[in-house]
């Protein structure tokens, strides 16, 4: 299983664009790369998967450079209710054994 | 993606008591997974369940402690036994869906007194 390495916070403000950065060297070939996002007191929500380059949806986009040893969470317009905890995942059969990392704190002001 | 369904969502349990989660799935899985939380951590495995067999459990977690069943593909429970404050925690079930992406419930909040 790939360790995955991030920030533990980031402060940002309304309406500005919020970059999470992953590192996860020992990122394996059949290895999926996907984003959570959960909010206080609620179960982690489904933001977005990638294997390699660019992953878009109307959430977030994911970049994944060619060697695949990080991954970048890119947030548009953050608004107050972004504020969360946002995990990063890498794995290759879905769910099992899925080891869930420290995440991101991400703190947004108005 | 998958709806799931937890009860209770919380609960103010006793010292030395047990209490059952129970776990809901809107449609057929092979692999249900549980989680805890404690506060202000992140997410830990506590088990596999799979339908017809026994659960398959992390390092650090017990069957005496946690013992799960799964009586069928859409629904699996979790029972915290003996429970001590340390207990206080969210647990959280999960399956897969779409290959690579696991999807949660929204937890049941325990606290132990």
């Known amino acids: 299983l790939a360790k995955t390495t991030q920030p533990i916070s980031m402060d940002s403000y309304e309406g500005q664009e919020v970059n999470i950065t992953c590192s996860h060297n020992?990122?394996?070939?059949?290895?999926?790369i996907t984003w959570y996002q959960q909010f206080p007191s609620q179960g982690p929500r489904f933001i977005i998967q990638g294997y390699k380059t660019k992953v878009t949806n109307e959430v977030a986009s994911l970049f994944i450079p060619a060697d695949r040893k990080s991954s970048t969470l890119s947030l548009p317009r953050v608004s107050l209710s972004d504020t969360a905890v946002y995990y990063c995942?890498?794995?290759?059969?879905?769910?099992?054994?899925?080891?869930f990392g420290a995440g991101t704190r991400l703190f947004v002001k108005a | 993606s998958a709806v799931i369904s937890q009860k209770p969502s919380r609960d103010i349990c006793q010292r030395g008591t047990s209490l059952t989660i129970q776990c809901q799935v809107d449609s057929q899985v092979t692999m249900m997974f549980w989680y805890r939380q404690q506060p202000g951590q992140s997410l830990t495995l506590i088990a596999t369940?799979?339908?017809?067999?026994?659960?398959?459990?992390e390092s650090g977690f017990v069957i005496d402690k946690f013992p799960i069943s799964r009586p069928n593909l859409t629904f699996s429970t979790l029972t915290v036994s003996n429970m001590s404050p340390e207990d206080s925690s969210i647990y959280l079930c999960?399956?897969?869906?779409?290959?690579?992406?696991?999807?949660f419930g929204e937890g049941s909040w325990l606290t132990v007194v």
């Open positions: 995942l890498v794995g290759d059969t879905g769910g099992f054994k899925t080891i």
């Open positions: 999960s399956v897969e869906r779409g290959g690579n992406t696991i999807y």
């Open positions: 369940a799979n339908q017809g067999s026994e659960a398959t459990y």
């Open positions: 020992n990122i394996a070939t059949n290895d999926y």
